[in-house]
């Protein structure tokens, strides 16, 4: 089984998988999952459509979930579902390291 994840609504990055983070994107493996019904689900993301600590199962194929980083999420005001996000083309896994200015952006997230 592959990685799979989504686009943050809040930035231009991925939900990350937990294996081999850069440093300094630890927060972006931290999720919320926000869903039509209104249900909030918030943990570290595994990587495979899961988030933690009670393996709370990504409904992808019907459920539209609306993925956020819980960072993100919180310096946006903490907004309700608005719509799906877009699936990750770096699959939460495959991307290059940050850039400087990337790493400025998450030391900004961060704060
Ligand atoms: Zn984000």
């Known amino acids: 089984m592959g990685f799979f994840s989504w686009q943050c609504k809040g ?41 933690g600590p009670g393996d709370y199962e990504v409904n992808w194929e019907t459920g539209d979930p609306e993925m956020w980083h819980k960072k993100c999420w919180e310096n946006a005001g903490k907004p309700e579902y608005t719509g ?8 939460g896994f495959f991307y290059d390291d940050p850039s400087s200015k990337e790493m400025q952006e998450a030391l900004e997230a961060s704060e």
């Open 11 to 51: 930035c231009d990055h991925s939900i990350k998988s937990p294996y081999s983070l850069p440093e300094g994107w630890e927060y972006m493996n931290e999720a919320v999952l926000l869903e039509p019904s209104g249900s909030i689900i918030m943990g570290m993301y595994d990587g495979y459509g899961r988030i």
């Open 84 to 91: 799906a996000s877009d699936s990750a083309a770096d699959q």
